[in-house]
Structures are given as C-alpha cells and as structure tokens.
C-alpha cells in the first residue's frame, strides 16, 4: 500500500525496494491464497475463487483507508495489487488439491502469515496520519480482519476472528511491541521485523497447542 516517507508526515508512493512494500506484497500474496484455498475446497469456480482471493486481500486496507479519508484507494493507484493477487489466485487454483487433508493447515499458515504482515502496514498507516496508539491498534486489526471476515462469510463459514481462537490477541500483542520498540528507539526495520515474528510465533503456537480464550458463562 502507499506510504509515508519515514522521514516526513506526506503520503507519497511506496518505492517498490522498500521493506514495507514486501511486508505489504507477502500480506497480499499470504491472503490471496488463504481466499483462493477456502474457495476452491468449496468448490467455487475460476471466478469465484478469484473473487474471494480479492475481498480477503483488500477488503481490510480498504476499509482502513476509508476510515482514514486516504484516497485514491491503494490497489487503484497501484495495479501491482490486483495483479498479484490474480496471479497467486490463479496459480494456486491450478496446483492445490481442493479435496487435500492438508486444507486447514495451508490455510491457517497462509492467514497467519497475512495477519502478521497486514496488522504492521495497518499499524503504520494509521501512525503515518497522525492517529494515536489505540487508534492505530484498533485500524491495524482492522486491515487483517475485515478481508477474512467477508471470506468466511462468502465462503459460508463461522469468521476465524469470531471464534475462541488467540487471533486478535496475537495482533495487538505485536501491535504494542512494535510501539515499545519504536519508544526506545529501536531501528525501524528491526521493531518492523520483531512485531512481524511475535505476531506469527504466537499465532502459530496457538494453532500448534490448541490455545483458546475460554467463553464467559453465567450459571444460575
């Protein structure tokens, strides 16, 4: 997605060879197949996967940015977007076995490896305009659940987001490292990299061990 100049408070265009311009292109390509997967394991076709690989990869960013009045939307200023997302789509329709045993976990992996990446970009996009710590906690989640939440919908599926998973959790917990990084003055792309592998790390080690938030439940 566009971004600011870590050096200036205006919006300019993101330079392909930066780090965040990676960060942003592994979130698309991660949320482009994780759509495509739950998709084709339901038998949609070229189309329809297609469709759920785009509004699982930018639905989040989309909205984030109209919430922020940042206009021209991002994947219409950049094409790359659109056409990284087709081209991920694509190939995986082509190679992954939707009747596979390994559905799940392919798409657990690829959403993780979406939330990690996306929860950073919404994080600084929100801190690039100004917005303040719990702002842009909240607009950081918002890039990565937004997208998931339509798929599952489409898709006829309870949202991941909705359920016990340690989901949310796992974004904010980077989310707030990344700031504490930044307020002792860690180097950008060390902080940028760290929240990235706490988020991934603890994701994944909720999947690995089945960690889950317990329910709240009145008894009478």
Same mark, same amino acid.
């Given at each position: ?16 060879r ?16 994780? !759509?495509?997967?739950?998709?084709? /394991? ?10 759920? @690989?785009?509004? %699982?990869? +930018?639905?989040? !960013? ?11 939307? *991002?994947?219409?200023?950049?094409? @790359?977007?659109? %056409? ?11 190679? *992954? /076995?939707?009747n596979?045993?390994?559905?799940? %976990?392919?798409? =657990?992996? @690829?959403?993780?490896?979406?939330? @990690?990446?996306?929860?950073?970009? !919404?994080? =600084? ?24 939440? +339509? ?6 599926? +309870? ?25 002792? !003055? ?7 990299i760290?929240?990235m592998? %706490?988020? *991934? ?11 889950? *938030?317990?329910t ?5």
């Open positions: 997605m566009p971004i600011i100049a870590l050096d200036s408070d205006l919006i300019t265009t993101f330079n392909p930066s780090l965040i311009y990676l960060f942003d292109m592994i979130g698309i390509v991660a949320c482009s197949i994780s !759509g495509t997967i739950l998709a084709k /394991h339901k038998n949609f076709d070229v189309f329809g996967c297609l469709l759920v @690989s785009i509004v %699982t990869a +930018i639905g989040g !960013g989309t909205v984030r940015d109209v919430i922020l009045d940042r206009h021209p939307l *991002f994947w219409m200023v950049d094409m @790359s977007y659109l %056409t990284v997302i087709t081209i991920s789509s694509l190939v995986m329709q082509i190679f *992954f /076995h939707p596979s045993r390994r559905v799940d %976990t392919f798409l =657990k992996l @690829s959403d993780t490896i979406g939330l @990690s990446a996306f929860t950073l970009i !919404g994080i =600084k996009v929100a801190d690039s305009m100004g917005a303040n710590m719990p702002v842009a906690l909240l607009l950081g989640v918002i890039t990565i659940i937004v997208g998931g939440i +339509i798929r599952d919908m489409i898709c006829n599926e +309870i949202p991941l987001v909705l359920q016990q998973e340690i989901y949310i959790t796992a974004a904010l917990t980077g989310g707030i490292l990344y700031f504490a990084l930044h307020h002792i !003055g860690v180097t950008a792309w060390i902080a940028d760290s929240a592998a %706490t988020i *991934f790390t603890l994701r994944m080690l909720a999947i690995r061990y089945d960690w889950q *938030f317990p709240i439940e009145w008894k009478y």
